[in-house]
């Protein structure tokens, strides 16, 4: 049984921090790309950051670049995403998103059940 089971939100004031971590089991997470998202309200899901499942490359939506860093731990089956310097705008609920392409088209893309992330002005 897949799960993805998101930790560390709430609320905080501008310019602070918090870390939000992501805990896999039910699959073989070192070969599974790992990405937050989030969704504020009335708004689409978006990609915030995202690791890759061998290399570790990273990437960044450009609202968050040089503030929020993404990793992972291959040997706890962890994703994390520190932020700092937040701003009200980042309040969202945050999603933790796996995914993998197999080469005959087949995908596979597990999600968790959030987590409030709001930052006060």
């Known amino acids: 049984q897949v799960q993805l089971v998101e930790s560390g939100g709430g609320l905080v004031q501008g310019g602070g921090s918090l870390r939000l971590s992501c805990a896999a089991s039910?699959?073989?997470?070192?070969?599974?790309?790992m990405s937050w998202y989030r969704q504020a309200p009335g708004k689409e899901r978006e990609l915030v950051a995202r690791?890759?499942?061998?290399?570790?490359?990273?990437n960044y939506a450009d609202s968050v670049k040089g503030r929020f860093t993404i990793s992972r731990d291959n040997s706890k089956s962890t994703v994390d995403l520190q932020m700092n310097s937040l701003k009200p705008e980042d309040t969202a609920v945050y999603y933790c998103?796996?995914?993998?392409?197999?080469?005959?088209?087949?995908?596979?893309?597990?999600w968790g059940q959030g987590t409030q992330v709001t930052v006060s002005s």
């Open positions: 039910g699959f073989t997470f070192s070969t599974y790309a």
């Open positions: 998103n796996a995914h993998r392409s197999w080469t005959w088209g087949h995908m596979a893309d597990y």
């Open positions: 690791i890759t499942s061998f290399s570790g490359s990273t």
